[in-house]
């Protein structure tokens, strides 16, 4: 695909992103490069991040990969103080790291409930604030939380991953207003299901079938444009990706009850593209 985030050196920025090894945030971490920022490649995937570097071809003092656990808040300052130690400043954030388990209430085990507030919300969080505190000394910056078209409509299957990005969502919204006064903008993307390796976790799980009800998943390059020509350049509070089936997810968190009469349809289309997606990543894998 074509870049369409190319710039001019005089409008290089540096740029620290999370989840770099894989999925949205690899997209994100290779365009960027490419466009010619400075950027920190961060994850907990070492090895992960280094084959990406590799593939990539990134090297100092433009691209620097550093790995270190969301839910820690001295990896967070030690991050933020590394980018700022290299190239003087940080004028963006993008929180893209997340884990989704699929399971039920009854089936998911109480590790698994926590560790998705812990990864999904606090990581987002902590970082949010590192990030906030070294961008109002300089007055300017922009900080883009990845959460969830399930961040906006709940979806039965995966409720502690529809929790901790309902959190990420109205975190970051009440953020946006707390940073406002001092230069600092903080925007909210809340993609509908993204084909990367955590949708493809769930293709196996019938009760995560809700999450394949779009007509087709999103891809990372079109979640890419999102954030860097529309989210970095508009910098609005929140969007929503694709806007219709962000409307439909706003109407049933206003009206709850009405997902009683959608949630049959719906499970019945996400079954069927559920199958559909499964047997066509097997295909491409040669799994059995």
Known sequence: MQNRTQQSPAAAKVFLITGCASGIGRRLAERVAAAGHSLLATDVNSA???????????????????????????????????AVQRWGRLDVLLNVAGIVQPGNVLTITPEQLLVHLQVNAGGTMLGTQAAARQMTQQNSGHIVNIASMAGVAPVPGIAAYTASKFAVRGFTLAVAHELRPHGVSVTCVCPDAVETPMLDLEMDHAEAALAFSS???????????????????????????????????????????????????LMRSGLKRQAAYRERKRGITGDQ
Request: aromatic share 6%.
């Open 215 to 265: 007509n087709r998943p999103l891809t990372v390059d079109a979640v890419a444009d999102t954030v860097l020509n529309r989210a970095l350049v508009k910098r609005p509070l929140e969007i929503l990706l694709p806007r219709r089936r962000g409307w439909l997810a706003k109407f049933v968190s206003v009206a709850p009850d009405c997902e009683r009469w959608l949630l049959g349809p």
């Open 48 to 82: 992960g991040l280094a084959a990406v570097a590799s593939d990539q071809n990134w090297s100092l003092p433009r691209v620097a990969c550093h790995a270190f656990n969301v839910c820690d808040p001295g990896g967070w300052r030690a991050a933020v103080e590394m």
